[in-house]
């Protein structure tokens, strides 16, 4: 009697230290649940454009009855960078839908900077240096009811 209770407390505890180090033996069952990691945060234009980004202007697009998406324009004031990003709204997100962000910057002599695709969560980002000049900044989405877009005048001149 005495051999078969030293024999269950030893198996006891290890089975306990082996559970405690989350290394459970085949065939025993696990005390703890397996824990589970924090889903990602959701991205922000901040985030999307990069460290030293604050937004400085946006555009909504909406329909007759909800937000579709949102572009963002942000600028980065120690790299003097501007940058460009449409997000879709709660009403788009998932939905691989054909969307852009599109960035221009007067007298740089370069073309206008754009991306376009078919996305489920936002386009862009697109960045230009502006330094003292004038952006014209926008972005699209199209849905089955139509096409939104916008482009701003010149503007945040600098």
């Not at 051999?3 to 082996?18: D, E, F, G, P």
């Not at 033996?25 to 985030?47: D, K």
């Not at 054909?98 to 910057?105: P, Q």
Request: charged share 15%; proline share 5%; net charge neutral.
């Amino acid at each position: 009697m005495r051999t078969s209770v030293r024999s269950s407390v030893v198996i006891a505890s290890a089975v306990t230290a082996l559970a405690a180090l989350a290394a459970v033996p085949a065939g025993a069952a696990s005390a703890a649940p397996t824990p589970i990691a924090p889903a990602p945060a959701a991205a922000t234009p901040a985030g999307v454009c990069g460290s030293g980004y604050t937004q400085i202007d946006s555009h909504v697009f909406k329909d007759s009855s909800a937000e579709l998406a949102r572009v963002y324009l942000l600028y980065n004031a120690s790299t003097k960078f501007n940058c460009v990003v449409t997000f879709h709204a709660a009403a788009t997100e998932g939905k691989a839908l054909t969307t852009g962000a599109w960035l221009d910057v007067d007298g740089d002599g370069k073309e206008q900077v754009k991306d376009q695709g078919r996305y489920s969560s936002y386009a862009g980002p697109v960045r230009l240096a502006a330094g003292s000049h004038c952006v014209k900044w926008g972005g699209m989405i199209e849905t089955a009811a139509g096409t939104y877009a916008y482009t701003s005048p010149w503007s945040h001149c600098g």
